[in-house]
Structures are given as structure tokens and as C-alpha cells.
């Protein structure tokens, strides 16, 4: 199947700073990509959708000056969370959306753990 | 009312069971329908899309009914590598996919 990337697997920091994550798909282009939060034995929650070339589309609750997302090219989509604090620690994973075989599929990143102290 | 509801677990089967996860969604717009399935501590992967003809993959059977908004998952010859936790996911719109909370099984020896 379709891969994507995501970087940095893992990112532990101080509560106050700004940490950015990747996603890439690799062997295709994703006009669309999407970021899920997923906390400890709960489903994954969509943060925002962001679509190449435009704003990202946010999930009611989630804050877009916290949560900045650039989807710069067809291949890769940054989500930002900035001042970044305790509560945020979680589970970060992108999906990027391959319209181009049969079947319209989200294949997901392999996220990121994210530890703010 | 969630929109997407799956069986509350965990499923504990012994090797060899066949077990069945069931899944309802309430939007009948709803499009198409997927069963990811997540380890733990890892990113969910596709294990099968659902055709309104039903699909078979191996030891999984996948339906779909839309009648009556559900979807199901069933499990043949369980192996031990199946423990997982089991999505049941259904796309609205723009690709746009809701997630169930999961469905734990773990296959004991």
C-alpha cells in the first residue's frame, strides 16, 4: 500500500515551545491530508483537514492560532503546535488521501508522540 | 447519539475462535466504510474496505448493510497475531472519516 512519513517519531519538550511534525506521503500526492489527535485508550479525534494550496479546515474546538497547519505542497502537510503545554501531550498521527487507485483510502502516518513537561 | 458506534469490548477468544465485530453509523449519507486495525501504541492500517456486496479477505469476511446502517467484521481461525483493536471507520464526504471508538479482541493461546 501507499506510505507515509512522519517526522519526528517522537519529541519530548518544555512546556512554552513550539514543536512542528511532518507528514509526507511518498509515493503519491495527497491533495488532502488530515491530523488526528488520539489520547490514551480513546479513538482517534480529527483535528483538521488540510487541503494543498489553501487554510486547513478545523474541527470545531480545535484552535487554529494554536494548531498552525501549511499544507505547502502535494506531498507534504506541517502541523505546528505552538506554545506548546502539558495537556497537549499526546498521540499525533496525519493521514494522507490517495484518490488515485480504486478505492478513495487514507493511509496514515505513523505519528507522533509528543511529551510537553 | 455517536456517529459511528462499535461493540463495546474487549473479545477474549481462544486461538482458532471465530469471532464478529459489529458497527453502526448513523448518517445514511454516509459513502463508504472501512475496517482499520491499530496496536498498540501505533498508527491504525487498512486491513479492509467494505463493498455493499460484501468482501472477503482470507480468514475476514467484511458486510455491509445499509438498510439497517451497520456494517461487520468477522474473524475466522483467530490467530494470535489478530489482537488488536479493531476501527470501524465511515467516510461522509471530501474523504472526511469518522472513527469509531474500537473494538479491543485479544486471541489467548
Known amino acids: 500500500g501507499a506510505v507515509v512519513s512522519q517526522h519526528p517519531s517522537r519529541v519530548i519538550c518544555k512546556s512554552g515551545t513550539s514543536v512542528k511534525i511532518e507528514c509526507r506521503s511518498l509515493?503519491?500526492?495527497?491533495?488532502?491530508m488530515f491530523w488526528y489527535r488520539q489520547f490514551p485508550k480513546q479513538s482517534l479525534m480529527l483535528m483538521a483537514t488540510?487541503?494543498?494550496?489553501?487554510?486547513?479546515?478545523?474541527e470545531q474546538g480545535v484552535e487554529k492560532d494554536k494548531f498552525l497547519i501549511n499544507h505547502a505542497s502535494l506531498t507534504l502537510s506541517t502541523l505546528t503546535v505552538t506554545s506548546a503545554h502539558p495537556e497537549d501531550s499526546s498521540f499525533y498521527i496525519c493521514?494522507?488521501?490517495?484518490?488515485?487507485?480504486?478505492?478513495?483510502?487514507?493511509?496514515f502516518g505513523p505519528g507522533t508522540r509528543l511529551t510537553v513537561l | 447519539r455517536k456517529e459511528v458506534e462499535q461493540d463495546p469490548g474487549p473479545f477474549n477468544v481462544p486461538e482458532g475462535a471465530t469471532v464478529a465485530f459489529n458497527c453502526t453509523y448513523s448518517?445514511?449519507?454516509?459513502?463508504?466504510f472501512f475496517w482499520y486495525r491499530q496496536d498498540c501504541r501505533k498508527e491504525p492500517k487498512l486491513l479492509m474496505s467494505v463493498y455493499s456486496s460484501g468482501n472477503e479477505d482470507g480468514r475476514f469476511t467484511a458486510q455491509l448493510n445499509r438498510a439497517s446502517q451497520y456494517i461487520s467484521l468477522l474473524i475466522r481461525d483467530s490467530k494470535l497475531s489478530d489482537s488488536a483493536t479493531y476501527l470501524c471507520?465511515?467516510?461522509?464526504?471530501?474523504?472526511?472519516?469518522?472513527f469509531g471508538d474500537g473494538t479491543t479482541l485479544t486471541v489467548k493461546p
Open positions: 471507520v465511515v467516510n461522509i464526504n471530501a474523504g472526511k472519516s469518522t
Open positions: 509515493d503519491f500526492q495527497a491533495t488532502t
Open positions: 493521514s494522507a488521501r490517495d484518490r488515485g487507485g480504486m478505492r478513495d483510502t487514507q493511509y
Open positions: 448518517n445514511s449519507a454516509s459513502q463508504s
Open positions: 488540510s487541503n494543498e494550496g489553501s487554510k486547513a479546515t478545523y
